[in-house]
């Protein structure tokens, strides 16, 4: 099984263009999650879904969207990338079966807007 | 939102074992706690969670106080492959998860 496997590893963009990041998942988790982490801090949440067809704001979502077609990929959108954008972004999967879950989390992808 | 405090960074030595504390004051009934951990340059990973008894498994035990307003997370005899960013997490009734800027554990050989 692969996990969750986020794409691209890395990306440089200019201020102004537009992006989407990908994240797909094999374990069949209902639950995704898309997190931000800026240097030396912690992960902050942008947006999450609870199945295919539903997603909802985290604490960060302004600049951002997300969409739910299939329970397997959860893109995020950058539509108009701002410099305070440039982080570490993380994409998450959770069970909602067999009682409290853990997150399962990509190898991230590294975002610099230049 | 409830919050985590924790701090900053701790240090071990190698095959001793570390208590890692965390401070959840606002913490409300139905939040379990959750901790992860990080290494350099990937992704956070499940490490355990419990919602108001210790917990156990095979990477470490977390210990809640009685009143839930802490808990501890213990490595029984810490490796170098331990050193790491360790975080401590509430999940609330919403599933969302909230991080803290987490404790940055050395192990010294």
């Known amino acids: 099984n692969a996990g969750v496997t986020q794409t691209p590893k890395f990306r440089i963009l200019k201020i102004g263009q537009s992006m989407t990041l990908q994240c797909t998942q094999d374990m069949n988790h209902n639950y995704m999650y898309w997190y931000r982490q800026d240097p030396g801090m912690g992960l902050k949440l942008i947006y999450y879904s609870v199945g295919a067809g539903i997603t909802d704001k985290g604490e960060v979502p302004n600049g951002y969207n997300v969409s739910r077609s299939t329970t397997e990929d959860f893109p995020l959108r950058l539509e108009l990338a701002a410099p305070s954008q440039t982080s570490v972004y993380f994409c998450?999967?959770?069970?909602?079966?067999?009682?409290?879950?853990?997150?399962?989390f990509g190898d991230g992808t590294r975002l610099s807007i230049l | 939102d409830a919050k985590t405090t924790q701090p900053n960074s701790m240090e071990s030595n190698e095959e001793e074992p570390v208590h890692l504390p965390c401070n959840h004051s606002?913490?409300?009934?139905?939040?379990?706690i959750h901790w992860y951990r990080q290494l350099p340059s990937q992704g956070p990973e499940y490490v355990i969670h419990?919602?108001?008894s210790n917990v156990n498994n095979r990477m470490a035990s977390l210990a809640i106080a009685e009143d839930r307003k802490s808990s501890t997370l213990i490595l029984h005899r810490a490796t170098l492959r331990d050193a790491a960013v360790y975080y401590c997490i509430l999940r609330d009734t919403t599933n969302q998860f909230y991080f803290g800027t987490g404790t940055s554990l050395t192990v010294i050989p």
């Open positions: 419990g919602l108001t």
């Open positions: 606002t913490i409300s009934g139905t939040d379990y």
């Open positions: 998450a999967t959770r069970d909602t079966g067999r009682g409290n879950q853990p997150q399962h």
